[in-house]
């Protein structure tokens, strides 16, 4: 059975993402030797943080409205809890480290690919339980993810990985 969250409990989870991806790509920072890998790694960190920012204002925002009443639906809450509970997610939010015992580069770089596709699906599911004024941040912070997606593969593809 999958689990229900509610706003706040999904934007503290966004937040924690996002300082996790931070924590992510500082440490691909490290461990490439590739000077292009590097700049994008932490041109990603870059952007993670700004995302940081805006989900821990968004936080902050909606808990200071108490009139605001977000539209979850059933379906959307067992989504989000599937995506957490049985995803990779899960995993970062535990605090996991995924590329422990396999320092690749390449594997970093696939692990790195499925956390921000799964990154873009939550994302968009948060769109339900957000205010109208705030869907057009989070649907940029979606095309950012779906680009990091893309510089990823692009890494990979160059290291002919």
Do not use: C, W
């Not at 924590?23 to 960190?45: G, P, Q």
């Not at 979850?72 to 995993?91: A, P, Q, R």
């Amino acid at each position: 059975m999958a689990m229900r969250f509610s706003v706040d409990e999904v934007l503290e989870m966004a937040v924690e993402l996002e300082r996790r991806g931070i924590a992510f790509y500082e440490n691909l920072t490290k461990k490439t030797s590739d000077l292009k890998s590097r700049e994008i790694f932490i041109f990603l960190s870059e952007e993670e943080k700004k995302h940081l920012e805006y989900f821990q204002k968004m936080k902050d925002d909606l808990n200071k409205q108490v009139d605001f009443v977000p539209d979850t639906m059933d379906e959307t809450s067992h989504y989000l809890g599937s995506l957490i509970e049985n995803g990779v997610l899960g995993k970062v939010l535990q605090g996991l480290d995924l590329t422990q015992g396999d320092s690749r580069l390449e594997k970093a770089l696939e692990i790195g690919m499925e956390v921000e596709t799964e990154s873009v699906n939550f994302y968009e599911s948060l769109e339900i339980m957000i205010p109208e004024t705030k869907k057009e941040l989070l649907k940029e912070i979606v095309q950012e993810e779906k680009k990091h997606y893309a510089m990823l593969m692009g890494i990979k593809k160059e290291l002919g990985k």
